[in-house]
C-alpha cells in the first residue's frame, strides 16, 4: 500500500494507522486503568492482571513485536514496532515495561543472528513465555566507547569459556533467565577483540547485585568470577562481538526516540486535560494565552521529533542506513521528552512535584533517554562523523 496521500506527500499508510487506533485503545481502555491502582512507582501488575491482558494483546497481534513472525514474534517492521512503542510507554511504568508487559518482552534482536539450536533453546521459550532477558555490554571502565572499553575477560579451556570481571547499569538481570554478555576473547585490546557469548543465570560463578537509581526499576552490577560458559554459546564469530552489540544497538536507537515521544506525550495529554480544569484568576489555565503558547510549543516540538522517528524507521524499512538519521532521531526526541515533561511539571504547580499526578515520573523517567544506548554526546559524534563525511 502506498505511503503517500493524493497530494503526493509521505504520511503513515493506512494499516499503521489502524494498527496505532488499536494500541491506543487497548493502552487507554484495558492498561491504565490495570495500573491505576498500583503505588505510583510500581513496575509490575500482579500476575492475575498481567495473563489476561497478555493473552488480548496476543489477539491483536501485539506480542513481542521486535522479534521475527517465524519464532513467534509479531514480526513488525521498525516503523511498526516505533508506533507499537509509542502508545505503549504511555503508562507510568511505560518508558521500561512497556504495556505493564502485556506486550511481552523481546529478547535482544542479535539472538536471531544465532545458530537455530541457539534461538530454539533460549529464544523461543522467552517468547513464548514473554520473560525478560539482558544485555551485558557496560562496564565501569566507559559504556560510550565499549569496544575498547571492554574489560571482562573470556579464556578458552577445553569446551568452555571462563569469563572474569563485572558489567554494570544492566537492565533487567534480576526478572531474568538469561542475556547476552560481551566480554573480551584473545590479546586484542581494541574493537576486533570482543566475543558474544549467551550466558545463563544459573551458570557457575554469575551474581549480581541491584544499583539503586533515580527511579524504582533499577539496573544491576553482574559479577562474574571464573564463569563456565560452554563453547556453544558463543553468538555468533568469535572476535565479531563489538560488531553485534552496533546493531543491536543501531535499531534500538529507534525504540528508544520512539519511547521518549510516547513519556512526552504522555504527560502533555494529562496536563492539557489538568488545565482545563484547575482554575486561577477566575479562569481556566488553559485559557490564558502564555499558558497556550507553552504548550503550542511543546506540541510542536513533538511533533518534529516524532516525524524524525518515523523517518528513520521507514528509511531503515527501506533497507537505508540509518546510522545519521537513527542518532538524530534518538537526540531530539530525548531532548524533547526532557523540556516537555519538565513543562509538564511546572504547568501542574505544586502538584506536578508531587506523587499524585504521573508527570513526576514521566519528569524522572526522561532523563535516561539521553545517557542509556548510546548519551546524547555520543549521537552528536555520530551526526558531525556523518555530516563531515558527506561535505
Ligand atoms: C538505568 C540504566 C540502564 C542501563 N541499561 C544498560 C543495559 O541494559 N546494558 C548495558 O550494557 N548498559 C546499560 N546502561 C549503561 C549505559 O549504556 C551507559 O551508562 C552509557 O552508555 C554511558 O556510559 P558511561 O556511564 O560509562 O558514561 P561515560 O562513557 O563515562 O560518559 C560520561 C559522559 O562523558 C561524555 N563523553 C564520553 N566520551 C565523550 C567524547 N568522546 N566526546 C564528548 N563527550 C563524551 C558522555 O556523553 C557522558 O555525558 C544503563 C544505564 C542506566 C543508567
Not at 91 to 113: E, R, S, T, V
Not at 192 to 199: A, E, L, M, R
Not at 237 to 258: D, M, S
Not at 310 to 339: F, H
Request: aromatic share 10%.
Amino acid at each position: 500500500m502506498s505511503a503517500h496521500n493524493s497530494d503526493g506527500a509521505w504520511e503513515l499508510p493506512h494499516e499503521f494507522r489502524q494498527m496505532q487506533t488499536t494500541a491506543r485503545r487497548f493502552m487507554r481502555e484495558r492498561i491504565v486503568p490495570a495500573e491505576a491502582p498500583l503505588p505510583h512507582d510500581a513496575y509490575a501488575l500482579p500476575d492475575d492482571v498481567l495473563k489476561p491482558l497478555q493473552e488480548e494483546a496476543r489477539r491483536l497481534g501485539f506480542w513481542n513485536v521486535e522479534s521475527p513472525a517465524e519464532w513467534g514474534g509479531a514480526g513488525l517492521n521498525l516503523l511498526g514496532q516505533a508506533i507499537v512503542a509509542e502508545e505503549s510507554s504511555q503508562c507510568k511504568m511505560g518508558l521500561y515495561i512497556a504495556a505493564c508487559h502485556a506486550f511481552g518482552w523481546d529478547p535482544p534482536n542479535a539472538i536471531f543472528l544465532g545458530r537455530k539450536d541457539q534461538i530454539e533453546k533460549y529464544a523461543v521459550p522467552a517468547l513464548n513465555a514473554g520473560s525478560k532477558t539482558f544485555v551485558a555490554i557496560s562496564e565501569a571502565s566507559g559504556g560510550s566507547d565499549p569496544g575498547r572499553a571492554i574489560k571482562t575477560r573470556a579464556e578458552k579451556k577445553g569446551d568452555r569459556y571462563i569469563l572474569n570481571g563485572t558489567k554494570i547499569w544492566i537492565s533487567g538481570v534480576g526478572q531474568s533467565d538469561w542475556g547476552l554478555v560481551f566480554a573480551r576473547t584473545g590479546p586484542s585490546k581494541g574493537r576486533d577483540g570482543v566475543t558474544s557469548f549467551i550466558v545463563e543465570k544459573k551458570f557457575k560463578g554469575f551474581s549480581y547485585k541491584p544499583i539503586p537509581v533515580i527511579r524504582s526499576y533499577f539496573p544491576y552490577e553482574i559479577n562474574f568470577e571464573d564463569c563456565e560458559v560452554p563453547e556453544e554459546n558463543v553468538l555468533g564469530p568469535v572476535g565479531q562481538g563489538y560488531k553485534i552489540a552496533i546493531e543491536t544497538l543501531n535499531e534500538g536507537r529507534i525504540g528508544i526516540g520512539a519511547q521518549m515521544i510516547g513519556v512526552a506525550q504522555g504527560a502533555l495529554s494529562a496536563t492539557i486535560a489538568y488545565l482545563s480544569e484547575r482554575k486561577q484568576f477566575g479562569k481556566s489555565l488553559s485559557e490564558f494565552q502564555g499558558i497556550q503558547f507553552q504548550v503550542a510549543q511543546a506540541a510542536t516540538e513533538l511533533e518534529a521529533a516524532r516525524l524524525m522517528v518515523y523517518n528513520a524507521s521507514r528509511l531503515k524499512d527501506a533497507g537505508r542506513d540509518i546510522a545519521r538519521e537513527g542518532a538524530m532521531a534518538k537526540l531530539l526526541s530525548s531532548q524533547v521528552c526532557e523540556r516537555v515533561t519538565s513543562l509538564c511539571v511546572e504547568l501542574f504547580g505544586g502538584y506536578g512535584y508531587t506523587k499524585d499526578y504521573p508527570v513526576e515520573k514521566y519528569y524522572r523517567d526522561a532523563k535516561i533517554g539521553a545517557i542509556y544506548e548510546g548519551t546524547s554526546n555520543m549521537q552528536l559524534q555520530t551526526i558531525a562523523k556523518a555530516i563531515l563525511r558527506d561535505s
